[in-house]
């Protein structure tokens, strides 16, 4: 069974950094593409970031392009993000997930496996 595990999440300034990690465990072949999302209370999952496995592309939502990083660890089965120059409005539980099959980078729908999600807190 495929599980994934989040970690890194906290509480910062605005201004401040983060770097955020998930493992990926109980694959039997490597994922299409794993991402980053977002929730903040009210609000829909958006996505962040996604990295492909096959060419190491990466995609950024345009509120976070120039501030947030998205790579893959040494095994393709982790993934982490880098978030710099954190803002009050990036407060929110941020997810890993993981798709098996191609499809729109991010519409959650199109994701196989999540993880628990971290917690990200910007004060001002």
């Known amino acids: 069974q495929v599980q994934l ?21 109980g694959y039997t072949t490597t994922p299409v593409r794993m991402g980053w999302f977002r929730q ?4 829909e999952r958006e996505g962040v970031a996604v990295i492909y496995s096959a060419n190491g592309a990466r995609v950024y939502a345009d509120s976070v392009k120039g501030r947030f990083s998205i790579s893959h660890g040494a095994a393709k ?10 803002k009050p409005e990036d407060t929110a539980m941020y997810y890993c997930a993981a798709a098996e099959v191609p499809g729109s980078a991010f519409r959650p729908s199109d994701y196989n496996h999540w993880g628990q999600g971290t917690q990200v807190t910007v004060s001002s």
């Open 77 to 86: 089965n982790t993934v982490y993000l880098l978030l710099n120059n954190l």
């Open 5 to 25: 595990v989040e970690s890194g999440g906290g509480s910062v300034q605005a201004g401040g950094s983060l770097r955020l990690s998930c493992g990926a465990s």
């Open 40 to 43: 903040a209370p009210g609000k």
